[in-house]
């Protein structure tokens, strides 16, 4: 009688076990992308926020005694009547432009100690002898002297307001030295009105 021969049939635990290394293999796979992806993401966020904070640097914060003294500033030129033969209106101006910009300078660190010294110097003599003819040669002065402060302040913290530093020095070489200042009372007002908006534009920035 022959033999009959019964094959084993083979264990299927070391396929199910190769299925389940291949799965776990696929699923790191797919972790190390999203790593990757949340790598990306997390990158961009940073880099939006350092735009962010950039354009926040763009705004530069003063004291409430800076603009206070700028308002004081504006609110005199306002108020107040034109110039005289005493030259009262012109001194006073002068003073209160001289007080706003050394706020506005102590308010954003910046020393423009010597500058505004020196223009309170010449804003002085403008008061000694009324009837001197020379007044507006030291209204120049004192101007161009508070305008070189402005500047000191506008470029290292107002670097986009460079045109309209521009324009204020334009506005004093307007005043003609040689000539009584109750000639050119409009010149000397308009380089006061100009200095009073760039105030204004550095208080808002």
Not at 62 to 70: E, F, L, N, Q, R
Not at 113 to 141: C, F, G, V, W, Y
Request: proline fraction near 2%; include cysteine.
């Amino acid at each position: 009688m022959a033999e009959i021969k019964i094959e084993k049939k083979k264990p299927i635990w070391p396929w199910i076990l190769l299925a389940l290394l291949i799965l776990a293999l696929i699923f790191f796979l797919m972790q190390g992308d999203d790593d990757v992806t949340d790598d990306i993401n997390d990158d961009d966020v940073e880099m939006i926020d350092d735009d962010n904070t950039m354009d926040n640097n763009d705004t530069v914060m003063i004291s409430d005694m800076a603009a206070s003294k700028i308002s004081a500033y504006n609110e005199y030129l306002s108020d107040n009547g034109e110039m005289g033969i005493d030259h009262e209106y012109s001194f006073a101006v002068l003073s209160k432009l001289i007080d706003a910009t050394e706020a506005l300078a102590n308010s954003v660190d910046v020393n423009i100690d010597a500058d505004l010294n020196e223009a309170r110097t010449q804003t002085a003599s403008i008061k000694e002898d009324p009837i001197e003819t020379d007044h507006a040669n030291k209204i120049m002065k004192a101007g161009n002297t508070v305008v070189r402060a402005l500047r000191k302040i506008q470029s290292q913290k107002y670097p986009s307001l460079a045109s309209s530093c521009t324009q204020l020095q334009n506005s004093i070489m307007e005043i003609e030295p040689g000539t009584e200042t109750l000639n050119q009372k409009e010149d000397v007002k308009d380089f006061f009105e100009q200095a009073g908006e760039l105030l204004t534009k550095m208080k808002n920035q």
